[in-house]
């Protein structure tokens, strides 16, 4: 019954998750967090944007990009 698997998805939604909106509003700093002490005390310190990001791949995304933008700044050209 493929026809579940959206509502599955839906109905194991973490209690926690905190949703997009509040997500994005701390992002930058979840990221910078993460890339300075470790995804843990990313997690610990927003445990309901953790939540969020193991649910919504989007966001994930967005926070994969400010991570690599932390650890690999692009360079200046001349």
Avoid: F, I, N, Q
């Avoid at 599955?8 to 209690?15: K, N, S």
């Avoid at 509040?22 to 944007?49: C, F, N, Q, W």
């Amino acid at each position: 019954m493929t026809g579940w698997t959206p509502l599955d998805r839906l109905l194991e939604v973490d209690p926690r998750d905190a949703g997009c909106a509040h997500a994005m509003k701390v992002l930058a700093a979840y990221a910078e967090l993460e890339a300075t002490e470790g995804r843990d005390a990313a997690s610990v310190a927003h445990p309901a944007v953790a939540a969020h990001l193991r649910a919504c791949g989007p966001c994930r995304d967005d926070l994969d990009g400010l991570l690599s933008l932390l650890r690999e700044p692009p360079t200046e050209e001349t």
